[in-house]
């Protein structure tokens, strides 16, 4: 129970919602074993997330104009081919393995939980996924949305305000009224500030096994639960 | 079968998904029981919709910054009551009257046929309601669509070709491999114009049992299609 007076959930997606490294570790072996390739790919699932902030910047800091995530991640793609010394795939073989961002499993409690809190809530991406990547991670994994919502939508990426102030306009609620989910305290600052309420899901797995997270100060969200079937039960969802 | 090749269908909502007419009637004699008013309801339904163009064309030519269709569809409310001698309403019940565009009722084949259609493709609303007005009617009605696109995201409203070419840009995809499904020939003339495929479906009751519509020409669309459920047999769905 929860005396929050809440309409609708935005929900991050990479880390909170789906696995990325444990997809592209799945489909880089499965592209190293058809391909010859010797590679670490929990390091490569590692090393292509970590482009992941850099590369952003490029555009929080005017460097780049807007630019999509899947170009983004091309472009970080390219470097690491190079970096792991990978060569002998075609263009299409590379543009597939840049859409595994499209394919990202779901947490397991993903599915189920998602679909309780839509019984009650309008229930939303908010991520900085391009649009059509975000449609196509729900397709490919089932998971109903009631809409999308990216920063794609504002042209310009999450932690900034202007985001979230985005996702308030067109949802036509006030910021109090909408719920930030993620598993990333840096989000929902952000989105606290601009007067959402916040519920904090940790994922520690999202790393892999071996990442030892940063201490979090659970105080500091309106609410704290264990997955997303923890946070339904917490909503009466 | 066709030898289109579709990724994504998006589809006008008034009319073409929802029978706006007889939805607003109803709530419009249950309104006029409650609060004792002698109305002509389905006049009134004609009128409000009668005022639907003119007022998007206030911003069409910049008389009228953006503005969402929900404010759009209040002001002209508050010209009908005037015009039809509707007082004693509360501001309260002004404004639940105003969203009835959200409680929309769905023409029968609709929501099974859009959900025969999602199993194939991508399926998406592509309507001058603003963004939180077609997730509430989806919600009403139990329409799951892939992504809600709206006017709204382009800041203009249909027939403006950024409409059709926003949506395109956020599905990543060429406007050749989407269809635009409507029940109004200028809107896929419109659609057409920037590349997109076309879908006519007729729906004859849209102005109601005693309208004559003017001829339409159904060899200029890709498609005629007499329902969804049809539209998805075509289609191989």
Not at 211 to 219: C, F, L, N, Q
């Amino acid at each position: 129970m929860t005396t929050l007076n809440i309409r609708a959930l935005t929900f991050d997606i990479f880390g909170t919602v789906v696995d990325w490294r444990s997809t592209i570790m799945e489909e880089g072996a499965r592209l190293g074993k058809r391909k010859n390739l010797q590679v670490d790919w929990g390091l490569f699932a590692d090393h292509w997330r970590a482009e992941y902030g850099p590369s952003m910047d490029r555009v929080r800091q005017n460097e780049l104009g807007w630019t999509k995530l899947d170009d983004l991640h091309k472009q970080s793609l390219y470097k690491l081919l190079h970096d792991f010394g990978i060569i002998g795939l075609s263009d299409d073989e590379i543009e597939d393995f840049n859409k595994v961002w499209h394919r990202l499993h779901p947490w397991p409690d993903a599915v189920q939980g998602i679909a309780r809190l839509r019984e009650r809530y309008i229930v939303a991406t908010l991520s900085n996924g391009n649009f059509a990547m975000l449609v196509n991670i729900a397709k490919t994994v089932g998971i109903v949305w009631d809409c999308i919502l990216s920063a794609e939508l504002a042209h310009c990426y999450k932690p900034d305000a202007r985001v979230y102030r985005m996702a308030a306009d067109l949802l036509s609620l006030p910021p109090s009224q909408i719920l930030m989910v993620a598993a990333h305290p840096s989000d929902l600052k952000a989105a606290a500030r601009v007067g959402f309420r916040t519920a904090y899901i940790p994922r520690p797995q999202e790393h892999g096994p071996d990442h030892k997270e940063d201490a979090v100060d659970r105080g500091k969200f309106d609410m704290v639960a264990a997955d997303f079937n923890d946070l339904a039960a917490q909503l009466d969802a």
